[in-house]
């Protein structure tokens, strides 16, 4: 299939139905975009939907294109912090955000967004040009080709874990803690909010306590739940 015209290229009808499509997918998700549904929405018949984009696929093309463009020239907006551990970070919460919160739309990238996509090459440009500074500054320990692949897979593969949770029970930190183990595998930096206090030591405790002998079922259940609360945090 041919690659999506530019998004600066795109004729007036032809914007108009990916608004459209990007509209639906982002109240109803992907399968909301049915052709029918869009050629509705932008006031087109559906014949046209197919000679200017081949077919639904074609137009999933368009859009995610579209939507990537935007986002990546978004964030091209923000300026890279000083610090290229922190401006790590802050571009994945970023990415976590935006996915979060247009879930539809960021599934639309993850199963359309190909990486012949001149706009997905943004993307990956600008996430060489944060670990190409990690690496100036002496703190890249990975390929960068090999940190770059980690970091996008992890990335991709902790969102789509966080949108198959209830809304009302997503797991946030869970995210933080693969953002973690990623900078910590790239740089060798430990992770930030590490503690090697009480919070470490129950989480060792934690670990060793099948091995540990002299306790009744009951006095073990009791400390992996006191040793589970420590290690969480938690006092209640």
């Known amino acids: ?41 932008a006031g087109v018949q559906a014949p046209t939907i197919y000679r200017l984009f081949g077919d639904k696929d074609g137009l999933l093309d368009a859009v995610a294109e579209q939507v990537m463009a ?23 919460d970023e990415h976590l955000a935006f996915a979060l919160a247009n879930p539809g739309i960021f599934m639309v990238i993850a199963l359309r967004s190909g990486p012949t996509s001149p706009a997905s090459r943004r ?62 595998a790239i740089s060798g930096d430990a992770p930030e909010g590490a503690d090697h206090g009480e919070k470490g030591a129950a989480m060792a405790l934690r670990a060793r306590l099948p091995a540990i002998n002299g306790l009744s079922e009951g006095e073990r259940l009791l400390l992996s739940e006191i040793l589970d ?8």
């Open 123 to 184: 993307g990956i440009d600008a996430l060489r040009a944060k670990l190409r500074a990690l690496a100036t500054a002496g703190r890249l320990r990975l390929p960068e080709e090999r940190a770059l692949d980690l970091i996008h897979s992890a990335a991709t593969g902790t969102i789509l874990t966080l949108l198959r949770q209830p809304a009302d029970r997503r797991d946030l930190s869970l995210a933080d803690a693969a953002r973690e183990a990623i900078i910590a």
């Open 229 to 236: 609360r420590i290690a969480a945090g938690s006092s209640s």
């Open 70 to 92: 935007d986002y990546v020239a978004q964030k091209g907006q923000r300026l890279p912090d000083a610090d290229p551990i922190a401006d790590l970070r802050s571009g994945w």
């Open 1 to 41: 299939m041919d690659q999506p015209e530019p998004v600066d290229d795109l004729q007036p009808q032809q914007a108009r139905i990916i608004a459209a499509a990007r509209d639906l997918i982002a109240s109803g998700g992907i399968e909301a975009a049915t052709t029918r549904a869009v050629a509705t929405a």
